[in-house]
């Protein structure tokens, strides 16, 4: 099988499940499969193969293709985004709030990364009937870019990948591709 041909795979294993216990079955999976593909990302950051980044690419384009987020909605119900300042104001200034009436209510500085947080879960802003994100034009750049999978420094990135298998389905999928697509390539070497 060439590796490009794996999505296939993936793509079968997606379609057999439905919508609404999608993030279930993804978490269960994902503990089952944290311990290998933790240490094949700790093995891959170590190696960093010239082909990296076209199978990190790839790898992400399949969970891009697989996995729909309004589906799941995961990172929203359990997971705080950073704020910039600046995000803060735009979203404070757009509900006719100002900066402060908007953190009090709903965000805190983490003591440890002085990053601004939500101050609890799910986020104020995600609607749990839709499974949508209520603010979706103003969110954070965070959001936007969750789970930040293929960018420059992706291999300084892949600790956080592992931490997120069992929290982002399209993590953990784009990390099973990644996987099989190493192992396919290494295989013919
Ligand atoms: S701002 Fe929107 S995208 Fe970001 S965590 Fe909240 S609901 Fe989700
Ligand atoms: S980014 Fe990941 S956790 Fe968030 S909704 Fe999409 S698949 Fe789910």
């Not at 093995?43 to 010239?50: A, I």
């Not at 969970?63 to 995961?74: E, K, Q, V, Y």
């Not at 190493?182 to 295989?187: F, G, H, T």
């Amino acid at each position: 099988m060439r590796y490009e041909g794996l999505a296939f795979f993936f793509l079968s294993y997606v379609c057999v499940m439905n919508s609404s216990d999608f993030a279930d079955k993804s978490r269960r999976r994902a503990y089952q499969k944290k311990k290998v593909l933790s240490a094949f990302l700790k093995k891959f950051t170590k190696e960093k193969p010239s082909y990296g980044k076209k199978i990190m690419k790839e790898s992400e384009q399949v969970a891009w293709a697989l996995i729909d987020c309004t589906s799941c909605g995961n990172c929203c119900k359990t997971m705080t985004p950073t704020w910039k300042k600046a995000e803060v104001n735009r979203l404070a200034s757009h509900l006719g709030m100002t900066y402060n009436e908007f953190f009090e209510k709903w965000l805190m500085v983490d003591e440890e990364t002085g990053d601004i947080c939500n101050n609890s879960t799910p986020c104020q802003f995600f609607d749990l009937e839709k499974g949508l994100c209520g603010v979706y034009e103003l969110r954070p750049h965070d959001c936007a870019t969750f789970p930040h999978l293929y960018r420059s420094d992706f291999y300084d990135q892949t600790e956080l990948y592992a931490s997120n298998l069992h929290r982002c389905p399209a993590t953990l999928t784009a990390m099973e591709h990644l996987e099989q697509a190493v192992k396919e390539i290494k295989k013919k070497k």
